[in-house]
């Protein structure tokens, strides 16, 4: 009893000290890329990829754009000149 008593200590004290990610910098993180000890990996990890994520939403990178005359004829060319 006494034993699961201090193993339930100990986790609520390593995990109240536990790193706060959210609040650095991108910079900050990404100089703390490959230097995050084992314990907090998987929180500098979903960190990392819901700032990645954000960044991608805001750019709009991966949204398709519709460019072309719309017509459906695609020309095909060889060497400058139409089939």
């Given at each position: 009893?006494?034993?699961?008593?201090?193993?339930?200590?100990?986790?609520?004290?390593?995990?109240?000290?536990a790193?706060?990610?959210?609040?650095?910098?991108?910079?900050?993180?990404?100089?703390?890329?490959?230097?995050?000890?084992?314990?907090?990996?998987?929180?500098?990890?979903?960190?990392?990829?819901?700032?990645?994520?954000?960044?991608?939403d805001?750019?709009?990178?991966?949204?398709?754009?519709?460019?072309?005359?719309?017509?459906?004829?695609?020309?095909?060319?060889?060497?400058?000149?139409?089939?």
């Amino acid at each position: 009893m006494r034993y699961t008593v201090c193993i339930a200590a100990i986790g609520l004290i390593s995990g109240a000290c536990a790193t706060d990610f959210s609040s650095m910098s991108m910079e900050r993180l990404r100089a703390m890329q490959g230097k995050v000890s084992q314990s907090e990996r998987n929180a500098y990890r979903a960190e990392m990829q819901k700032r990645m994520r954000q960044k991608r939403d805001k750019s709009g990178y991966g949204q398709r754009t519709r460019q072309g005359s719309g017509n459906g004829k695609g020309k095909m060319y060889r060497k400058g000149k139409g089939w």
